[in-house]
């Protein structure tokens, strides 16, 4: 997977035909570490 971060964006390239499957577990940390990411790369810009 390539991460890819522009500013206060974050975009997430997942190899071709890849997928995911989640828990809500997961989901939540996946979230609190991409606005961790997007804060940085604001504060970077």
């Known amino acids: 997977m390539t991460v890819l971060v522009d500013r206060d964006r974050v975009v997430l390239v997942p190899p071709p035909g890849a997928s995911a499957v989640l828990s809500v577990g ?3 940390s996946l979230d609190r570490a991409l606005a961790e ?3 940085v790369a604001g504060r970077a810009s």
């Open 37 to 39: 990411v997007a804060e």
């Open 26 to 28: 997961q989901t939540r």
